[in-house]
């Protein structure tokens, strides 16, 4: 298999806000499912094609990139945030580079694919707070009576610049990031649910609060209906930043696509068993996709490309400049 379309077969990972809605999107559950990682060269949990190569060796082997072209390449999952996804903040590339081990920091940005009942976003801070405020918070109510609640609809865009309180309910979304799993909690108990004991709380409280932007953001971290602009045209800029770039691609007709890691929204691709939910790797051979039944949409993530960052600033959903207000 070389640099045409391959199908990518996702790792997975389960917390205690996952549920079972990842099924309507194509993924074998046992129980619940919280993340698939749709594209991922992240070390230990990598994706895979049909064949069961790791997505690293493939593009090392069949590509031709190494290890420095390879770095530039985002982390694409799905996410079903059935429950409470704790509040947590992901820290800067540069206070990365002071932590142990080799993750960078961790901008990230969100698609919301379905919104239940209960859908909640928590994003940032509603008022400035003092470090202090926030641990004496998290070791009391919690933070979310301090921070901005939005209602998520599908087809809105929410982005998390590095540094920004984040939590949520009863959502799937598509979120595409930096490589990397550096994540700071501000909660009482931890990603599966168990309680933590109060200096465990105490410790990670005040690491966060080290790490956490402590203004409210800037109002346009939330764009809401951005998919109602897609078309057939041209593509649609989604969200970027320095890291990563995505678009969405409508198509009605066969036609060649640029490389990068391609999600199924709506319909399919034909001759590649790519339904709702399906990654695929297209590379950079001119192979056309086709849509099945005359209609699907895709986004794209890739690393960062000039013409579209362009086009992601005109658009205000570029995240440089964007974690306060």
Do not use: N
Not at 6 to 28: I, Q, V
Not at 278 to 290: A, E, I, N, Y
């Amino acid at each position: 298999m070389g640099q045409g379309i391959a199908p990518l077969t996702p790792a997975a990972r389960d917390y205690a806000f996952g549920g079972r809605r990842l099924e309507r999107y194509g993924k074998r559950l046992q129980e619940r499912t919280a993340e698939t990682w749709e594209f991922s060269l992240y070390p230990g949990r990598p994706s895979r094609l049909a064949d069961g190569e790791a997505l690293p060796d493939h593009l090392s082997r069949a590509w031709g990139w190494d290890a420095r072209a390879r770095a530039d390449l985002p982390l694409v999952k799905l996410l079903d945030i059935q429950g409470d996804l704790p509040v947590h903040c992901h820290p800067s590339d540069a206070q990365a580079h002071s932590l142990p081990g080799d993750d960078p920091g961790k901008d990230e940005a969100w698609l919301v694919l379905e919104a239940g009942p209960e859908a909640a976003v928590y994003l940032g801070f509603s008022h400035p707070m003092g470090e202090e405020d926030v641990v004496a918070a998290i070791r009391g109510e919690g933070l979310r009576p301090h921070m901005v609640r939005l209602v998520p609809r599908p087809g809105d865009v929410i982005m998390v610049p590095t540094g920004t309180a984040h939590a949520a309910r009863d959502i799937v979304i598509y979120e595409v990031q930096q490589t990397s799993d550096r994540s700071f909690l501000a909660e009482k108990v931890d990603l599966w649910g168990r309680t933590l004991d109060p200096e465990t709380v105490e410790r990670q409280g005040r690491e966060f609060a080290r790490h956490v932007r402590r203004a409210p953001p800037h109002a346009a971290l939330h764009a809401a209906g951005v998919l109602q602009a897609a078309s057939a045209e041209e593509p649609l800029p989604l969200v970027g930043c320095d890291h990563f770039g995505a678009e969405v691609w409508t198509l009605t007709a066969p036609r060649i696509l640029p490389p990068g890691a391609y999600t199924v929204l709506a319909g399919g691709v034909a001759g590649q068993d790519a339904g709702v939910g399906q990654t695929l790797l297209v590379g950079p051979d001119p192979t056309p996709l086709s849509p099945q039944g005359g209609f699907a949409r895709l986004v794209r993530a890739w690393a960062p490309d000039p013409g579209l960052a362009q086009r992601l600033r005109a658009a205000g959903r570029y995240l440089e400049g964007m974690g306060e207000g």
